[in-house]
């Protein structure tokens, strides 16, 4: 069965997701590492992770481990901005693509270019 790859806006999943946003007892890096913890548990061995996450308030490095790549966009640009950018680059390349995020912008840019939406 083919790959696919999800792109995950990781700020916006972040805040909406109770289990995850950060508060009393948990920072924002520490959401961040728990987001990727709970991806590096998918069984699915087909299904890669691209999660996006804004670069203006984190100066974080860009990595890969196994099926998770993080990248951070370099302000001024946003990271719904890269998330486009991604999507325009990959989802010819890619056997599938998915954006998970509720910023309907972006879903309605990655929906245009032939990308599921979740």
């Known amino acids: 069965m083919p790959d696919r790859l999800v792109i995950v806006d990781g700020y916006n999943l972040i805040l909406r997701t109770p289990a995850l946003k950060p508060g009393?007892?948990?920072?924002?890096?520490?959401?961040?590492?728990?987001?990727?913890?709970l991806l590096s548990w998918t069984v699915d061995t087909r299904v890669r992770f691209l999660v996006v996450f804004d670069g203006a308030e984190v100066r974080g490095r860009d990595t890969r481990q196994d099926r998770i790549e993080v990248r951070y966009s370099k302000p001024?640009?946003?990271a719904d901005d890269l998330i486009r950018e991604l999507v325009a680059d990959r989802?010819?390349?890619e056997d599938g693509v998915t954006v998970v995020t509720s910023d309907l912008e972006v879903a309605r840019h990655a929906r245009a270019l032939g990308a599921d939406i979740s």
């Open 76 to 78: 001024p640009a946003k």
């Open 24 to 37: 009393e007892g948990r920072t924002l890096r520490q959401a961040r590492t728990k987001l990727l913890s």
């Open 91 to 93: 989802v010819d390349r």
